[in-house]
Nanobody, 130 residues
Framework: QVQLVESGGGLVQHGGSLRLSCVAS????????MGWYRQAPGKQRELVAA???????????EYAESVKGRFTISRDNAKNTVYLQMNGLKPEDTAVYYCNVHGVVFADLLRDRFDPDDYWGQGTRVTVSS
């Protein structure tokens, strides 16, 4: 199992910045994909940004069109942590942001075990005032 703890949300003015963090804990050897989704009131949850990693190489980050050039995703694989730097925030960025990981390799007694399931954080609220 993976536990995800997010932090960094809050209230910010239009044009401001926030940095979200998500730490994954558990008997983790490595994580294939780490990313962020968001859900605004009355809307479906949508991908904001995600980054994959093979055994030794980071993949090209994927971003929603609406955040390209403003948001940057990064990973600290040694700490099983993913960050989302959000600059130039707009009121339409207001949402609950959820950390997501999938493709987790767990350490096990005899051999490492691959789990393809999605794991979600509890969400952190971001509010951008106009």
């Amino acid at each position: 199992q993976v536990q995800l703890v997010e932090s960094g949300g809050g209230l910010v003015q239009h044009g401001g910045s926030l940095r979200l963090s998500c730490v994954a804990s558990g008997l983790i050897v490595r994580i294939y994909s780490m990313g962020w989704y968001r859900q605004a009131p009355g809307k479906q949850r949508e991908l904001v940004a995600a980054q994959t990693r093979s055994v030794t190489t980071d993949g090209t980050p994927e971003y929603a069109e609406s955040v390209k050039g403003r948001f940057t995703i990064s990973r600290d694989n040694a700490k099983n942590t993913v960050y989302l730097q959000m600059n130039g925030l707009k009121p339409e960025d207001t949402a609950v942001y959820y950390c997501n990981v999938h493709g987790v390799v767990f350490a096990d007694l005899l051999r490492d075990r691959f789990d393809p399931d999605d794991y979600w954080g509890q969400g952190t609220r971001v509010t951008v005032s106009s």
